[in-house]
């Protein structure tokens, strides 16, 4: 084997002693991030919990099962939010969807009117609806328009907009500019060449988003409630509140049942626009 | 009195870029069927979009029916635009719309954008656009989509399209690359026949010389943005061709 190598032998010992010098560096760091590990949890689970109010494990589970003992005289009183959490969910993706035209407007390099001043403020729209929780947005509305189910369409709306304007907006700089040029040769004005050169293009795109959005929404309208701002959220609250576990774990599966058939809704149109 | 006249006309498309046209000029009479030839890249796509300010001219003059075109303003070039008809080389259909649609979009010049809106086009338009469609012959698929058509029949849906204007001059930019030669043939014969018909002019950019020979009356041969060649399809030799294509080396 010696013989047959070709790389001198400085080298050759230069190229081992790397090696297990990186080998060493490797398994301190592997060391301190293991010991990182035990410290967060001992300061996070073992010291700042309550040891003695969990008991031992047979406490635990009885707490648990108060949950398993539903609540059914809670189901009249549950249609009506359920009702309510469902239309939050579908007006705040309504009005998503309008707020996200001039945003996606803005923010699609090839349409926007100022590639100075409205498209980086298109991106920042978007980017701002994101980053804000959809609890947050709905403190916010609450604070400003007060409790019940309108500040949780606003706030959804608000959180919708980022990620419908944004799929938009990219289906937009992807288009296929040969159907834009000719509506321009027609004598198209700028309306005209968005409505039938880009618009049709874009379709199936933005449609499949908005409904996956709107999916999306539905849970987020479920938990609007622990603001204040109405629905199943709001009941879960009240349920929590009065100690009521049973009623709770009733609120818990109306909000399945209302997202499952969100999501089945949604699969189905999905497929047919896309 | 010409139809058109171009007279020194010079463009680029970006500000830093190199010139694309360098200075051309010719006149479009009222009944030809006008070839611009020569190689690719040679700037024949951009004159024939400087025409209807598709890509703005840097320097010269093009006058149509008396007017200026390179100083209208935004409303007025619409104005402009909807008098020129234009069939492309790849079609450029919405191809998610009906082909009925894409024919009534020929119209837009003329419609409001309320009722483009709601694509509530006058029913004499519609009227028209089925007429059209009948006499390119695609009475049968008014209510397919537009992708649901072969290359031929989606050049006629163009065809159609720009019919459907009223134009006052048609640009026609490599009509038939996309085609094989017979449906070219059928292509070309129809646009000329319908021009005829109509008694509109023709301004057509086309690389098959061929065909050049064959439907155009007056031919101009461009070579890397100056004009090489101008006169009669049936006066051009063998020594004039060989003179435009002498740079092609790309």
Redesign the interface.
């Known amino acids: 084997m010696t013989d047959s190598s070709t790389a001198n032998p400085a080298f050759l010992q230069e190229a081992i002693r790397k090696r297990r010098s990186n080998q060493l560096i490797k398994f301190l760091l592997a060391l301190a991030v293991f010991f990182l590990v035990l410290w967060s949890i001992d300061a996070t689970v073992i010291a700042d919990t309550d040891w003695e109010r969990i008991g031992g494990l047979g406490a635990i589970l009885k707490s648990l099962a108060r949950f398993a003992e539903l609540d059914f005289s809670l189901i009249p009183h549950l249609i009506q939010p359920t009702i309510e959490t469902f239309m939050m969910a579908c007006i705040g993706t309504l009005l998503g969807c309008l707020f996200s035209l001039p945003v996606a407007w803005f923010g699609a390099f090839n349409v926007t009117p100022n590639r100075v001043i409205f498209y980086p403020l298109g991106r920042m729209l978007m980017t701002l609806s994101r980053s804000v929780h959809e609890i947050v947005w709905a403190l916010i509305f609450v604070a400003a328009v007060g409790l019940g189910a309108l500040p949780g369409i606003l706030a959804i709306a608000m959180r919708s907009v980022g990620f419908i304007s944004k799929i938009t907006a990219e289906a937009i700089e992807n288009i296929d500019p040969?159907?834009v040029?000719?509506?321009?040769?027609?004598?198209?004005?700028q309306?005209?060449v968005m409505?039938?050169?880009i618009l049709?293009?874009i379709?199936?795109v933005v449609l499949g988003t908005i409904i996956f959005e709107w999916d999306i929404n539905i849970r987020r309208s479920a938990i609007m409630g622990l603001v204040g701002a109405g629905g199943l959220g709001l009941t879960f609250f009240r349920q929590m509140a009065m100690f009521n576990y049973g009623g709770v774990t009733m609120v818990i599966l109306a909000i399945l049942v209302l997202v499952i058939f969100g999501e089945i809704v949604s699969h189905y149109v999905r497929k047919a626009v896309t | 009195m010409p139809i058109l006249s171009v007279k020194d006309l010079k463009a680029r498309y970006s500000s830093k870029g190199p010139l694309i046209l360098k200075g051309i000029s010719f006149e479009v009479e009222e009944k030809d069927f006008f070839a611009i030839i020569g190689p690719s890249g040679a700037g024949k796509s951009t004159l024939i979009r400087c025409i209807?300010r598709?890509v703005e001219p840097e320097e010269g003059s093009i006058h149509f029916e008396g007017g200026e075109v390179t100083a209208l303003r935004p409303r007025d070039l619409?104005?402009?635009?909807?008098?020129?008809?234009?069939i492309?080389q790849?079609f450029?259909?919405?191809?998610?719309?009906s082909v009925m649609d894409n024919v009534l979009?020929?119209?837009?010049?003329?419609?409001g954008?309320f009722r483009?809106?709601f694509r509530w086009f006058p029913t004499s338009d519609v009227r028209r656009a089925i007429e059209l469609l009948d006499r390119v012959g695609l009475r049968d698929h008014i209510n397919k989509r537009a992708d649901e058509l072969s290359g031929g029949q989606r050049q006629r849906v163009g065809i159609a399209?720009a019919l459907m204007?009223e134009p006052k001059l048609l640009?026609l930019d490599e009509p038939t690359s996309a085609l094989d030669p017979k449906i070219s043939r059928e292509v070309m014969s129809l646009i000329r026949d319908m021009a005829r018909e109509l008694n509109v002019p023709i301004l057509c950019n086309i690389h098959d010389v061929q065909l050049a020979r064959e439907f155009c009356n007056k031919v101009i041969g461009l070579q890397d943005g100056y004009k090489k060649f101008e006169g009669q399809a049936v006066e051009m030799q063998q020594s004039d061709l060989e003179a435009i294509y002498a740079m092609e080396v790309l």
């Open positions: 040969k159907p040029e000719a509506i321009r040769a027609v004598g198209g004005n309306f005209q409505y039938y050169g049709p293009q379709l199936p | 209807n598709l619409r104005r402009l635009r909807r008098n020129i008809g234009m492309f790849e450029n259909l919405v191809n998610r719309m979009s020929g119209r837009l010049g003329y419609t954008t483009s809106l399209r204007q640009l």
